[in-house]
Structures are given as structure tokens and as C-alpha cells.
């Protein structure tokens, strides 16, 4: 393995005020953000197994004059829902801002002239008359007949929640602009977690785990009802969400479950005593918080990571019998939908959201499947479930034909 050499340097040495991580990702480069905080990449300085990113990371030369979360040097991958393998990339050139201390970039060594083209301002290309054409990849029918088999395997014990997920596959008739789909995801979902990662582009509301030295925190969603815009309509959707036992089961086995896995790692860890609602653009969702000490030696949040993926949010419980079942019936491969993306540095910290509310690209960017899922219980209804899927589509759909 190629020994890194990177350099870290203060943003104010090579620009006078902000950058928007957006437009320094654009159209090829990385993202990884949420409300302004998180990592834009240009270039690729090497891609690694998740396997080797900590010795990579550990075995770089760094100079770092401000050595702040992530300065030492950062890979931003993901992490594929079957569990196997998943790939992480350094970029040649990152900027960083962090939750506190200054912004920064770190660069190959030697690549100064690549910072500065990486911070040159850029707008997204003109919008332009696009078609479109939407087609479901897993037939409707197929889908429903999915979610009642879970559904069924649910009520005869077998199971105590599976999560079926559809796909939908969106032709357009020129290439989709990667950078103006950035900046439409910002302004809608600011507060979830957005990413760009090898042509896979989302936002993300739920965190998978985050680590911060020794302190871990999760804040798995599960559970959910559309939003209308009307503030009267979507606080009597909430309170019915909050009533609603089908949704509280559903959301109570996800939460026992990351707290049952984290605990072991853990000198204390800490949740909310009722699920939140947490809203987003087009949904709702009920959320709890966790957080936690993490005992010596601390792990790193990668193993964290591989534990938890994927989270009966995206599988079911008992997980290897959910497994078993979404491949038998679901009649699709998944990918990196429902798996998790994020980043890590050299110490062992990182954040990694669940890959949902996301679009895989083609190579042309003319193709762009959007996958959608929910947890299927006892009480489960395929027409409800099919309802709800059209409304977790809408916020890829929205962002990507929106001129």
C-alpha cells in the first residue's frame, strides 16, 4: 500500500472568506455534510477496502499545523446494506469544517495548484429542458405480494419486522446535473445528511453512529407519516404518528436494537425516554437519541459501523431471519441502499449516516435509480406501505426533474 503524505493548512491561507462544500464537490467531486458542517473532496488520492482505512489512515505522513477532527487526514466511503466489502476513497484535495475550530484543507503533498482549482468558484451548468420518464423497477404487484409475505411471516412469529423496499428508475434525456442536484438537496434538506459518493447522491435524515473520541451517539429513525405543508394537517399527522402502536413497534425494535449493540462497547449510554418527531421535507418520522461513554480501548467507529448495518430500520429483527426473507421475496439488489456512507480519520472518529433517501447514477448520469422502503409489522397494511414509499421517493424525485 502506497504510503500517503498529506498537508493540512488553515482555508483562510487559500481563500479570503467562505466556501460552499457543495460547489467544491460539484458535479465528480465527495460530499459529506449536514447544516454546513462535514467534508467536500476533489480527486482521488487513493481508494482502499473499508478493511485497510485505519491502517492507511495511521501509516500516513501528515503535516497539520491545526489538528482539529479530520485534519490529520479523512476517507469518505460507504458501507453496502449486504455487509460485504464497501470502499473508501482520500481525496487529493478536502476542505473541512468542522462542528468547532477552523476550516481547513488537506492536500497531497506537493498538489498546491489542485487546491486552488478546487476553490475556484464554480456555478452549476444552465438548466436545461430535460424530459423525463419514470418507471418502477420491482413491478407494483411484485412489491405488494413482498410486504404481505412479511407481513404473514410476522404474524406467524416468524419475525418481528422485515423492511421491504421498491425501486423506481428515472430516464432523462440529457445528462443530470450532479452539482445543481447538490444545491437543490441543500436547500430542501439542509438538516439531514447529504452525501456524494462514487455517482450515489442522497440526504439522509438518520444517523447510523457517530464517534467524537470517546463519546458515541445514534439517532436511529424508524416510523413514519407524510408532511402536506399544512402546519394544522402535519401536527394532527404527528400526534397520530406518536398514537400509532403499528409505528411504535416498529420504531421500539430498531431503538432496542442499536442500544443492545452499542452497550458492549460502552461505560454508559443514554437514550430518550419517548421518540421525537422529526420532520423533514416531504416526511415524518419518529427519532430517538442515543448517546454514550465509550470504554478503553475505544473502537473505531468503523467496527461501530459493521455492527450496526444494517439496523432493523433497513432489514428487520431478528436480523439474519429478516435477511433471509427480504432476499426470498424483495426481488431486487439493494446495493448500497440501506447500507451506510460517511467518513473517518486517522484517530478512529467519524459519522456515518443510513443510506436512504438516495439516487444510484449511471455513468452517463441519464439513469438514476431511487429506492424507498418501510418496515413491515403485524398490523402492516401493502397498500399503506406502497403509499409510503411514494412519499420517501419524493425527495430524490423532487430534486432530481425540478429545473
Same mark, same amino acid.
Do not use: Y
Given at each position: 500500500?502506497?504510503?500517503?503524505?498529506?498537508?493540512? @493548512?488553515?482555508?483562510?491561507?487559500?481563500?479570503?472568506?467562505?466556501?460552499?462544500?457543495?460547489?467544491?464537490?460539484?458535479?465528480?467531486?465527495?460530499?459529506? /455534510?449536514?447544516?454546513? =458542517?462535514?467534508?467536500?473532496? =476533489?480527486?482521488?488520492?487513493? @481508494?482502499?477496502?473499508?478493511?485497510? /482505512?485505519?491502517a492507511l489512515l495511521r501509516d500516513a505522513v501528515v503535516d497539520d499545523s491545526l489538528d482539529v477532527a479530520g485534519s490529520g487526514g479523512v476517507a469518505i466511503g460507504s458501507h453496502p446494506f449486504a455487509g460485504a466489502g464497501g470502499t473508501a476513497l482520500v481525496p487529493r484535495v478536502l476542505v473541512g469544517k468542522p462542528a468547532q475550530g477552523p476550516h481547513f484543507v488537506t492536500f497531497v503533498e506537493g498538489g498546491e495548484s489542485l487546491v486552488h482549482e478546487a476553490l475556484a468558484p464554480r456555478e452549476p451548468a444552465p438548466a436545461s429542458a430535460a424530459a423525463y420518464t419514470i418507471a418502477p423497477g420491482v413491478s407494483t404487484q411484485h412489491y405488494l405480494a413482498a410486504v404481505t409475505?412479511?407481513?404473514?411471516?410476522? @404474524? *406467524?412469529? @416468524?419475525?418481528?419486522?422485515? =423492511?421491504?423496499a421498491r425501486d423506481i428508475v428515472v430516464e432523462a434525456s440529457s445528462p443530470i446535473d450532479v452539482h445543481a442536484l447538490l444545491r437543490r438537496l441543500q436547500v430542501s434538506f439542509g438538516s439531514s445528511y447529504r452525501y456524494s459518493i462514487d455517482s450515489f447522491v442522497g440526504a439522509s435524515p438518520e444517523l447510523l453512529v457517530a464517534r467524537d473520541g470517546d463519546v458515541v451517539s445514534s439517532h436511529p429513525l424508524a416510523g413514519t407519516t407524510p408532511r402536506t405543508g399544512d402546519p394544522v394537517a402535519?401536527?394532527?399527522l404527528a400526534s397520530a404518528l406518536r398514537a400509532s402502536e403499528k409505528n411504535q413497534i416498529e420504531h421500539r425494535v430498531v431503538i432496542d436494537m442499536v442500544h443492545d449493540t452499542l452497550l458492549p462497547w460502552c461505560s454508559y449510554?443514554?437514550? &430518550?425516554?419517548?421518540?421525537?418527531?422529526?420532520?423533514?421535507?416531504?416526511? &415524518?418520522?419518529?427519532?430517538?437519541?442515543?448517546?454514550?461513554?465509550? *470504554? &478503553?480501548?475505544?473502537?473505531? /467507529? #468503523?467496527? #461501530?459501523?459493521?455492527?450496526? *448495518?444494517?439496523?432493523?430500520?433497513?432489514?428487520?429483527?431478528?436480523?439474519d431471519e429478516a435477511l433471509r426473507l427480504i432476499a426470498e421475496n424483495e426481488g431486487l439488489d439493494r446495493g448500497r441502499y440501506g447500507g451506510a456512507v460517511g467518513w473517518c480519520d486517522r484517530s478512529g472518529n467519524g459519522a456515518w449516516a443510513v443510506a436512504i433517501r438516495c439516487a444510484e447514477l449511471s455513468p452517463d448520469r441519464r439513469r438514476a435509480r431511487l429506492f424507498a422502503g418501510g418496515g413491515i409489522v403485524a398490523e402492516s397494511d401493502p397498500l399503506a406501505e406502497l403509499a409510503e414509499t411514494q412519499a420517501k421517493f419524493q425527495a430524490m424525485l423532487a430534486a432530481i426533474v425540478r429545473p
Open positions: 500500500m502506497t504510503r500517503l503524505r498529506l498537508v493540512t @493548512r488553515p482555508l483562510r491561507e487559500f481563500c479570503d472568506g467562505d466556501r460552499n462544500l457543495n460547489d467544491i464537490a460539484g458535479a465528480t467531486g465527495t460530499l459529506f /455534510v449536514r447544516d454546513g =458542517v462535514g467534508f467536500a473532496g =476533489v480527486g482521488e488520492a487513493t @481508494r482502499v477496502a473499508l478493511d485497510e /482505512v485505519p409475505a412479511a407481513r404473514d411471516a410476522v @404474524r *406467524s412469529g @416468524r419475525l418481528v419486522k422485515a =423492511v421491504i402535519d401536527a394532527r449510554l443514554d437514550w &430518550q425516554p419517548e421518540p421525537e418527531v422529526v420532520a423533514v421535507a416531504n416526511v &415524518q418520522h419518529l427519532g430517538t437519541r442515543i448517546e454514550g461513554r465509550l *470504554s &478503553q480501548p475505544v473502537p473505531h /467507529v #468503523l467496527n #461501530l459501523v459493521r455492527a450496526l *448495518s444494517p439496523t432493523p430500520a433497513l432489514g428487520g429483527f431478528p436480523r
